[in-house]
C-alpha cells in the first residue's frame, strides 16, 4: 500500500513538474518550436524598435502618433482585431501616419490548447482589419502573454509569419511601471543594439507608460540610438 501511495506520489510530481516545464517552454521568449522568432537582433548599430501591445483606441491615437510624429519615429502597433472592428479609425490613423500595424489576436486569448481553426480565426480576422485599416507591410505577429507552444507556432510556421517577441517590458513590472522615471531608467540599462522594447499605453492603468514615451525616445535619442520599427531593425541586420 505504501509503495502504491509512493508511485502515486512520484506520478502527480512528475506530472506537476511536466506541466510548468511546458509552461515554461510557450512562454519562452527566445525560442519557438518552429517558424522564425525574433525577441533581439544582432546588429553592430546603435537602433531598437519601440513597440506597443493592445488597443488602439481613437482616444489615444492621436495623441501617440503626435509624441512620435514630433520626434521623427515610426514604431510597431501589435493590435487587437476587437479593438479594430470597435475603432477602425485608429489604425487608419496610425497606418497613414507610416506606423506599422501587428497582428496581437482578435480577442488576446492565450493561445495554447486550442484548435487550428480557433487560431487561424484570432490571426486571420485580424490581418482582414489590418488590411482594411490600409497597412500595406508585413504583419509580424505577437502572442498574447507571449504565449505559444505547438499548434500555433505550426501554424505561424506554416503561413510564413515572424514571431516578434522583446527584450525589455519595463511596464510589466509594477514597482518599475508606478513612475515615469522608473520606466525609463529600466530601459536604459537594460537597452543594447537590436532591443525590441514593449510598452502598454492604451489603457487607464497604464498612464505611466503613456506619459514615458516621449521620455524614453528623447533618452534613447540622447544615447545615439535611432529609434524604429521591428521592420527597420530587421532590414537593418540584413545589410549587415
Avoid at 506541466?19 to 517558424?35: C, D, I, S, Y
Avoid at 507571449?146 to 522583446?166: A, I, Q
Amino acid at each position: 500500500m505504501r509503495r502504491r501511495l509512493f508511485r502515486a506520489g512520484i506520478g502527480v510530481l512528475l506530472a506537476i513538474v511536466a506541466v510548468a516545464g511546458l509552461r515554461e517552454l510557450a512562454r519562452a521568449r527566445t525560442f519557438q518550436v518552429l517558424g522564425r522568432l525574433v525577441a533581439h537582433v544582432d546588429t553592430p548599430d546603435r537602433r531598437v524598435a519601440l513597440t506597443f501591445d493592445d488597443g488602439p483606441t481613437s482616444k489615444l491615437a492621436d495623441s501617440i502618433a503626435r509624441v512620435l510624429s514630433a520626434r521623427s519615429v515610426r514604431a510597431t502597433f501589435f493590435v487587437i482585431g476587437a479593438d479594430l472592428a470597435a475603432e477602425p479609425q485608429a489604425a487608419r490613423l496610425l497606418a497613414a501616419a507610416g506606423h506599422e500595424l501587428g497582428n496581437h489576436t482578435f480577442t488576446h486569448p492565450r493561445m495554447v490548447l486550442h484548435s487550428p481553426r480557433f487560431i487561424r480565426s484570432q490571426v486571420e480576422r485580424t490581418d482582414s482589419l489590418i488590411r482594411a485599416a490600409g497597412y500595406r507591410g508585413e504583419i509580424f505577429f505577437r502572442p498574447p502573454y507571449g504565449y505559444k507552444l505547438f499548434v500555433l507556432p505550426w501554424y505561424l510556421n506554416r503561413t510564413n509569419r515572424t514571431t516578434v517577441m522583446w527584450d525589455i517590458e519595463p511596464d510589466s513590472y509594477p514597482a518599475v511601471s508606478a513612475t515615469v522615471d522608473g520606466i525609463v531608467r529600466h530601459a536604459l540599462e537594460r537597452v543594447r543594439p537590436g532591443s525590441i522594447i514593449l510598452l502598454h499605453p492604451w489603457y487607464g492603468s497604464r498612464a505611466t507608460s503613456l506619459a514615458a514615451i516621449g521620455p524614453l525616445i528623447d533618452s534613447l535619442h540622447a544615447r545615439r540610438y535611432t529609434v524604429g520599427t521591428v521592420g527597420d531593425l530587421l532590414r537593418d541586420r540584413e545589410t549587415h
